[in-house]
């Protein structure tokens, strides 16, 4: 009788403890994302307002510079220091999500699992460009409290650092398809994190999936936008 009430006790109590320790790394991927929040605004504090760039590619030589690490090399490096979010260094790592376990689909990464909004906030220079298109200013955001800035990043190949609203925006980065910038829901009850430009963090339980057809069809499951349209990303 003993045994079997020691089980019956163990069973009820392992989805308890499971229930918990999710409720834990998700409080510990908030304290992240806002320690993000308030580094970009930091950031944009110091630099006439400006947000940090997403990326800067735009000499390969120089290796990989981007928002959260830059690297020596864009394939294999050798070399990985604090990226332009930080203006020279930070504990990085508080780039890693707590319930994200896979590995950075972005060569050289120590830690993984969040991804900034560059549809309308971060600026970048691509392979080959000269000129940088310039990151949104914080008193360009008309509704901060509204407006994403870092997440949970997540798509089928893995972890993402480029957040992307559902459909494009005029002067974006061009991708082929809009399902590398989703949000991954791994937290408890299916919800993922969200930090937004006033600094505070909330979860968002219900994933969007409105795209273009290419993309659509390529989200994966426990994956989505924040969104049915752009407004939880635009500056408004």
Known sequence: MTVAITGVLIGVMLPVLGHAKEGARSAVCMSNLRQLAVAAEIHAVDRRGYYPLAYDY???ADGAKEWDFFKDKFI????????????????????????????????????????YNVSYIGGYRE????????????????????????GDGQYSAGANKFMRSPFPNVGEPQI????????GYRHLGGATSVAYCDGHVC???????????ASQALIAPGTGFLSEDNSVYDLR
């Open 58 to 60: 735009g000499n390969p």
């Open 76 to 115: 294999n490096p050798t070399k990985v220091t604090p990226g332009f979010l930080w203006q020279g260094s930070t504990s990085v790592a508080v780039h890693q999500c707590p319930s994200y376990h896979g590995s950075a689909n972005s060569s050289g990464d120590p830690y993984t699992g969040y991804n």
């Open 127 to 150: 392979i080959g460009q000269t000129a940088i298109v310039s990151s949104a200013r914080s008193d360009q955001v008309g509704d901060p409290a509204g407006t994403a800035i870092f």
């Open 176 to 183: 082929a398809t809009r399902n590398a910038g989703t949000q």
């Open 203 to 213: 979860a968002h339980g219900d994933p969007y999936t409105s795209t273009d057809a």
